[in-house]
DNA sequence: TTGACATTGAAAATGAATATCATTATCATT
DNA sequence: AATGATAATGATATTCATTTTCAATGTCAA
């Protein structure tokens, strides 16, 4: 979903809650929606007082919170105390494969693991909404 | 590794580093090689409190971090804001799958998903030395 | 036995995330 | 357009997990 994808779903999230649009909370999300991927609320926070300086801390986590339950972010643990929040790439769901050597970071879909993990979850009578996939080595330069 | 095996390889690995022995970190490392998987520093400190009420949870922490800096245990963090000690399993390599509700954590090998990930590494020309997935949803008693 | 220094426990400090609260903004209804 | 119910905001306080400080104690090589 591109970013004015985003931005339609989050108002059809946002009325069918019943709640109400505010300016922040609109450039919050969309300079949100034009980020890359794994943004942490202090580097989000950043940007987003670069063109509005008012904008408060609290409101960056409430705004990424209701992201987050919409279905329009998602929040990660890294493992170094802060959580980053990944957009939602343009095609759907990947899943990473990282060079422990050179940092080399590449993505990747495979719909059989799909598979293979809703079948897994139903055998834990679990409904999953996520999930997490990391491989790590050596890519091929570094082998 | 069994939990005698780990003591020694905690004995090694402190005299390498030039540290001291201690009776209370003694006794937490070998509370923790006992348990199963993914505890809490707050259960790992009720357990260790039971024994010996005096230990201070600042202990705790510390012989947590050693023992995760020795490669004795594994810090993860399932997104509940605690972090998880992960005693090393004697049989080797498993996944896990998290309720976001109640923090029920199961644990599960797929050699599938196992030999999937495998050829995917091999597309991107990378050797795989060791990986990460979990599934994060809804539990049957939280659905 | 001694002395350097690692370890401990209690308490204070830190830092991320959440809650509170007075004020302001939104929006369906008049 | 005005009203009123209530959602949203920003500043600040609070919570909670984790880390640090510090004086006292324990360890161990010399």
């Known amino acids: 979903m591109n970013a004015a994808g985003k931005t339609e779903a989050l108002k ?4 069918k809650k019943g709640l109400r649009s505010s300016t922040q909370r609109d450039f919050i999300a969309d300079t949100f929606f034009r980020t890359n991927t794994h943004i942490s609320l202090e580097e989000l ?3 987003v007082r670069k063109k509005n300086s008012a904008i408060g801390y609290a409101t960056v986590y409430r705004t990424m919170k209701l992201l987050t339950d919409g279905g329009l972010a998602v929040a990660r643990q890294f493992g170094d105390g802060q959580t980053r929040y990944e957009n939602l790439p343009a095609e759907g769901h990947h899943d990473h494969i990282i060079c422990i050597k050179c940092s080399r970071i590449e993505e990747f879909t495979n719909p059989e693991i799909e598979a293979l993990q809703e ?3 139903k055998r834990f009578g679990f409904k999953v909404l996520n999930h997490k996939l990391e491989l790590y080595g050596y890519c091929s330069a570094c082998a």
């Open 45 to 47: 926070l950043n940007r």
């Open 119 to 121: 079948k897994t979850a």
């Open 12 to 15: 059809s999230y946002i009325s």
